[in-house]
C-alpha cells in the first residue's frame, strides 16, 4: 500500500502561482509514475501531468504546458506541482496519485487515465479568483 498526503492548495488571484505538494509513503519503491488529476463538480476527472520516477520525464495535457512543472524528490518520496500564471478555469479539487510497476513499459509510455493509477490522495483545493 502507498499513502498519499496532498498539501498546498489555497486561493489565488489569477496570474498567481501556487505550488502543490504530494507526500508518498508506504511501498513507495514499487511506484511507476506519480501523477496530479484535477476534478470539478459534475466534472469527470482530468489528467493534469505525470512524472516517471526513474527518469524524471514528464507529460503535461496540453492546456497546462508552459504554466505548470511537476517534479520529484525522491529523498524525501514527495512529488510537486508548480503552478503558474494561474486561470480561473483552473480551479478544482488537485488530487496526486501513484502508479504501480506491473511490467515492461516503453520509453514512450506515460499514464494519463485515471483508472491506470493505484492510490491516490484526499484532495486539495485549488480556486483561481478573476
Known amino acids: 500500500q502507498v499513502q498519499l498526503v496532498e498539501s498546498g492548495g489555497g486561493l489565488v488571484q489569477a496570474g498567481g502561482s501556487l505550488r502543490l505538494s504530494c507526500a508518498a509513503s508506504?511501498?513507495?519503491?514499487?511506484?511507476?509514475?506519480m501523477g496530479w488529476f484535477r476534478q470539478g463538480p459534475e466534472k469527470e476527472r482530468e489528467f493534469v501531468a505525470t512524472?516517471?520516477?526513474?527518469?524524471?520525464?514528464?507529460y503535461y495535457v496540453n492546456s497546462v504546458k508552459g504554466r505548470f512543472t511537476i517534479s520529484r524528490d525522491n529523498a524525501k518520496n514527495t512529488v510537486y506541482l508548480q503552478m503558474n500564471s494561474l486561470k480561473p478555469e483552473d480551479t478544482d479539487v488537485y488530487y496526486c496519485?501513484?502508479?504501480?510497476?506491473?511490467?515492461?513499459?516503453?520509453?514512450?509510455?506515460?499514464?494519463?487515465?485515471?483508472?491506470?493509477?493505484?492510490?491516490w490522495g484526499q484532495g486539495t483545493q485549488v480556486t483561481v479568483s478573476s
Open positions: 512524472i516517471r520516477l526513474s527518469d524524471g520525464n514528464t
Open positions: 508506504g511501498r513507495t519503491f514499487s511506484t511507476y509514475a
Open positions: 496519485a501513484a502508479k504501480k510497476a506491473r511490467a515492461y513499459y516503453s520509453d514512450t509510455y506515460y499514464p494519463t487515465g485515471f483508472v491506470e493509477y493505484d492510490y
